[in-house]
């Protein structure tokens, strides 16, 4: 069963009718940090309660898997398996809920998160088998709205090489041409299961991507 479909991730029915769960997702480069900040700044400017967040969170569980995305707690002459990696982004999901966005969405806030459980479905389901990490991921919450921002994965890493990141565990070019073409196949099953996901240029000027997200979230507030 698909995330978001009936008897899957948490439905819009039992949501909290005052906050509104905004994620922005794409390759790494793409460019999703910078719009939500941004967009955060945008709606506290005009007066509406926001709160702007990440995943892997900054919790726990969330510290744990950056450290290893850096190559921390290695195992000596092997790599950490996906499944691994899927079962503890699960976790950090579920943590960051309840320690962070329920709260926020529970006084009213536009919580805006910088990837959700697209990332897994894309990322850990390009090495691990995509109906497991569905399984996982079934009592996330579903966003109000999710926009894929696309930039094609060679643009995404010249703009992590400009920004002098060093490379994370899934940032070889392959490997991110294989999770863009796994964010296709996502986008094309979540909406099928009626979850409601935009995607937008990335490679256009940060103004133009801007301006493309405030007309994409405008129906909801």
């Known amino acids: 069963m ?15 009718p005052r906050g509104v769960l905004i994620v922005l ?13 941004a967009l955060h700044d945008r709606l506290t400017v005009r007066g509406r309660a926001a709160h702007v967040t990440r ?10 898997i950056r450290e290893m995305l850096v190559g921390g707690h290695a195992i000596p002459g092997q790599k950490i398996d996906q499944a691994t990696f899927g079962l503890l982004f699960a976790a950090d999901r579920l943590d960051h809920l309840q320690r962070e966005v329920e709260p926020e969405l529970a006084r009213g806030a536009v919580v805006i998160s910088d990837r959700w459980y697209h990332s897994s479905l894309a990322y850990q389901g390009t090495g691990a088998e995509r109906a497991w990490i569905r399984d996982l991921n079934q009592r996330a919450r579903r966003p109000d709205l999710t926009l894929l921002l696309r930039v094609h994965p060679e643009i995404a890493a010249k703009r992590r090489v400009a920004a002098g990141r060093a490379q994370e565990l899934f940032e070889d070019l392959a490997m991110q041409r294989r999770v863009a073409a796994g964010y296709e196949e996502v986008v094309a099953e979540l909406t099928a299961a009626g979850e409601r996901i935009e995607v937008l240029d990335g490679e256009q000027p940060l103004d133009a991507v801007a301006a493309a997200i405030d007309a994409a979230v405008a129906p909801l507030l």
């Not at 997702?25 to 900040?37: C, P, V």
């Not at 995943?55 to 744990?64: A, F, Q």
Request: aromatic share 0%.
């Open 25 to 37: 997702e794409g390759l790494d480069g793409a460019g999703t940090t910078t719009q939500a900040h």
């Open 55 to 64: 995943e892997p969170s900054d919790g726990p569980v969330g510290r744990l």
């Open 2 to 16: 698909l995330p978001g479909s009936r008897g899957a991730m948490t439905d819009s029915n039992s949501r909290d």
